[in-house]
């Protein structure tokens, strides 16, 4: 407390160290007086220095007595504000300052006690809850301008920093972080490019994901395969890889150049990078981590679609990293496979060409189910993979894929003049970019990365028959079923008890339930009340679907976008199809098989017996004519 007390008053220190100063000087020069040494130059300096002793005295007194005078001059009026802001409250906010009891700077908080309230109510009013539903933490939804402007005009009065000071800091161990001392439970975010449009489908596609999810936690990771699939944003050749570049860490000697334009070098000159997220079942769910594999082709040379799909699926197979997840441990591809897609034009689950190649996939593995799942359209984000390419985008900063490796084989119009070298571009530029790739991990898992040439013929795979998807298909408007029936000689036998876990083989059509006085109750169709559930909830509660008009319950019963067009979607024979032409194919097929067939087989009982030979097998495709001439005669020949 002394030192505080001396560092208050720098004139007394001062004066007082020049009078200590003195009066250590003078004892030593009236000391010649009693030797005889005595001059009258030191009778003068003693003179200067006892007249200097005195003034530096007064001045000491002096000095001390202002401050005490001061000292009660402001407690005096201290205690006449302190009467004033009592009698006089309007005047209380702007003379408090100078009547408050503590020394130093106030803080904003003491003269201003509901700032921290009235940020929390701000905030709350435009804000989120945490996404992950673990803390209490408030994301602001205005900007900091925003806040500090509602602040001021709700009579506060206080700068931009200091409001930014009262909310969470970004980082708590840096020395910004430590300036944030009274803070509330709000926190700024970035801004990020996830806005998504609203769709009336959202809740009902969402419904169908959730089913798959819990159809492979029950079944278990030794017998399901879960995959997410999609097509990243093609990526363009002779410019910057990502439209977003990251910060990057060079030596200040280099310089970073980028081409003065962004469009492309020629027509189609970008990478189709295809991307497969493996999901690891684990824990009694079903995980975003796994095995990531990317197959990239020409843009100009080749395209994604099926039958693209369907050949990287037999790839991923060969893979050692999707072995624990794709492969059962005798080898096999597990039985029940769910792969979940974004519903673009290649993969769309009631499109012909994704029915197509589900039904290759499905018979050459000889699965027991195979189901194809996509959400609304606008809520592609929320598939699985979707995880995976912000890692993969972040690789790209800064990386511009050459287009003329060999040698340029465009003219100055852009106009292909090479087109054998032309395609072994296209080929290093995609080698390129997987080996970007492959040096990538994500979740823990290495990331496989290739180039696949285009080839020389397209190959597409064979379209089921009509009565073949009739017994083992199930198409709907985001969903796509291929299951095996329960003839041994059609499907064989099953590797799982798929059929015990549901009954009627296909995964039901989504049904929201209500609570009412009696119970509970299927929603009304069309009323947008109610909850989906979980796929258990859904098959135990089987017994309380919806009244309707059909004579079994279409798939869609419940989608939105659809509800006006169920009826002409539905064939005489009460299955449900997700489009017209599909359901004109089967009407046609339908026709052939269930109304011919009955047909003939009246028929056969009017037609006399087919011969045999002598070993006694039926000759079906051939009638035997033993006497041409006698066969061509006329019945009613006299001769």
């Known amino acids: 407390m002394k030192a505080k007390a001396e560092r208050n008053r720098p004139a007394e220190?001062?004066?007082?160290?020049?009078?200590?100063?003195?009066?250590?000087?003078?004892?030593?020069?009236?000391?010649?007086?009693?030797?005889?040494?005595w001059t009258n130059d030191m009778k003068k300096n003693a003179d200067e220095l006892e007249d200097r002793r005195k003034k530096l005295k007064q001045k000491l007194h002096r000095l001390t007595f202002d401050r005490k005078r001061k000292r009660l001059a402001r407690a005096d009026m201290k205690e006449a504000l302190q009467v004033f802001v009592s009698e006089s409250p309007a005047a209380a906010k702007r003379l408090k300052k100078f009547a408050r009891e503590k020394r130093g700077r106030p803080s904003i908080d003491s003269d201003q006690s509901d700032l921290l309230k009235s940020i929390v109510d701000i905030v709350s009013a435009s804000g989120a809850a945490d996404d992950r539903r673990r803390t209490e933490l408030i994301r602001s939804c205005k900007t900091l301008d925003d806040l500090h402007s509602e602040l001021l005009n709700l009579g506060y009065s206080l700068s931009r920093s200091a409001t930014y000071l009262r909310l969470l800091p970004r980082n708590y161990l840096t020395t910004e972080g430590a300036r944030h001392i009274t803070t509330v439970p709000v926190k700024l975010v970035k801004a990020a490019n996830n806005l998504r449009k609203e769709h009336t489908d959202a809740h009902f596609a969402a419904s169908t994901i959730v089913y798959l999810k819990d159809l492979a936690v029950l079944m278990g990771s030794q017998c399901t395969f879960f995959l997410s699939q999609d097509d990243k944003a093609r990526i363009p050749l002779g410019l910057p890889a990502a439209s977003k570049q990251a910060p990057l860490l060079m030596h200040l000697e280099y310089r970073i150049q980028l081409p003065d334009h962004d469009w492309v070098v020629a027509d189609r000159h970008k990478l189709i990078p295809s991307v497969y997220a493996g999901c690891v079942i684990k824990d009694g769910r079903v995980t975003y981590s796994g095995p990531t594999s990317i197959f990239i082709r020409s843009g100009k040379h080749d395209s994604s679609s099926a039958a693209t799909h369907a050949a990287d699926f037999n790839a991923l197979l060969s893979l050692d990293s999707f072995k624990d997840v794709a492969r059962s441990n005798a080898g096999a591809v597990k039985p029940i496979v769910i792969i979940t897609v974004d519903g673009g034009p290649d993969e769309n689950p009631r499109y012909p060409k994704t029915l197509n190649a589900a039904y290759k996939l499905f018979t050459e593995h000889s699965l027991d189910a195979l189901f194809i799942a996509c959400h609304a359209p606008g809520h592609s984000a929320y598939n699985a993979v979707e995880r995976r390419m912000a890692p993969l985008s972040r690789d790209l900063s800064g990386l511009i894929l050459p287009h003329d490796h060999f040698g340029s084989h465009l003219d100055r119009r852009g106009r292909t003049t090479d087109a054998d070298l032309e395609k072994a571009n296209f080929k290093k530029a995609g080698e390129i970019l997987a080996e970007v790739w492959s040096q990538a991990v994500i979740d823990g898992f290495h990331v496989h990365a290739q180039y696949i040439e285009p080839l020389s013929t397209s190959t597409t795979p064979s379209a089921p028959t009509a009565k073949w998807c009739w017994k083992h298909v199930q198409q709907s408007q985001y969903f796509l079923q291929v299951v095996k029936c329960n003839d041994i000689t059609?499907?064989?036998?099953?590797?799982?008890?798929?059929?015990?876990?549901?009954?009627?083989?296909?995964?039901?059509?989504?049904?929201?339930?209500?609570n009412y006085e009696g119970g509970i109750a299927a929603a009304a169709i069309g009323s947008g009340s109610g909850a989906y559930g979980s796929l258990f909830q859904r098959l135990a509660l089987s017994g309380l679907e919806p009244r309707h008009s059909f004579n079994s319950m279409p798939f869609d019963l419940?989608?939105?976008?659809?509800?006006?067009?169920?009826?002409?979607?539905?064939?005489?024979?009460?299955?449900?199809?997700?489009?017209q032409a599909a359901i004109k194919g089967h009407e046609v097929v339908h026709h052939r098989y269930f109304v011919t067939e009955q047909d003939e087989s009246e028929e056969a009982a009017e037609k006399p017996s087919i011969q045999t030979d002598s070993a006694g097998d039926s000759t079906t495709d051939v009638v035997i004519i033993p006497n041409l001439f006698e066969w061509l005669q006329s019945e009613f020949s006299t001769v």
């Open 558 to 579: 419940y989608c939105p976008s659809v509800a006006g067009k169920i009826h002409k979607r539905i064939c005489s024979c009460g299955k449900y199809f997700p489009t």
């Open 490 to 514: 059609c499907c064989g036998h099953r590797r799982t008890n798929y059929n015990e876990v549901v009954p009627n083989r296909f995964i039901p059509a989504p049904v929201p339930f209500v």
């Open 13 to 37: 220190k001062i004066t007082q160290d020049e009078l200590n100063l003195t009066n250590s000087k003078l004892p030593g020069l009236t000391a010649f007086r009693q030797t005889g040494l």
